[in-house]
């Protein structure tokens, strides 16, 4: 699965400012109903939910938290960098400063799956979150992102 599939270069926000994990999940839930269309809090709700359930946050600086949504017709993705890491809660008590949102459709089962495995993949990398923490352009954060160069992503 590429991730440019799930990722639109306008869904990558090179320097979020956020001072908390619930503060992080409300401003990317409001990108999030910008960009698809859809209702803010559903989507909080949601992520909140799957949160519940233990944090999104797996090691190394990266979260990806993620959840399911009725009427949803494709996997949808975004990223942000924030600009000071903050508590997530995360596996190994380390600070989260990646953060990749998926959302899927109620559906999507086994595509929800391949796509978490996919983006954890890749944000595991070490030199691949080197690089995205170095970057501060959205252009290039998408490129590394999905393996397309720079120029393209524009």
Do not use: C
Request: proline residues 4%; without cysteine; glycine residues 6%.
């Amino acid at each position: 699965m590429a991730l440019n599939d799930i990722l639109a270069l306008s869904a990558v926000f090179p320097a979020l400012r956020v001072s908390s994990k619930k503060q992080a999940l409300q401003e990317l839930s409001a990108k999030a109903a910008e960009l698809l269309g859809r209702d803010e809090r559903q989507i909080f709700d949601t992520l909140n939910q799957r949160e519940r359930l233990g944090s999104t946050g797996v090691g190394h600086g990266i979260a990806i938290p993620h959840g399911k949504l009725a009427k949803m017709d494709r996997l949808f993705g975004m990223f942000a960098r924030l600009d000071k890491p903050i508590d997530f809660e995360a596996l190994d008590g380390e600070p989260v400063d990646l953060i990749f949102l998926l959302l899927a459709p109620e559906a999507a089962g086994a595509d929800h799956l391949k796509a978490l495995a996919r983006v954890a993949r890749l944000l595991r990398d070490a030199e691949t979150a080197r690089k995205l923490r170095n970057s501060r352009d959205a252009a290039a954060i998408y490129a590394i992102l999905t393996g397309t160069p720079a120029t393209d992503a524009a």
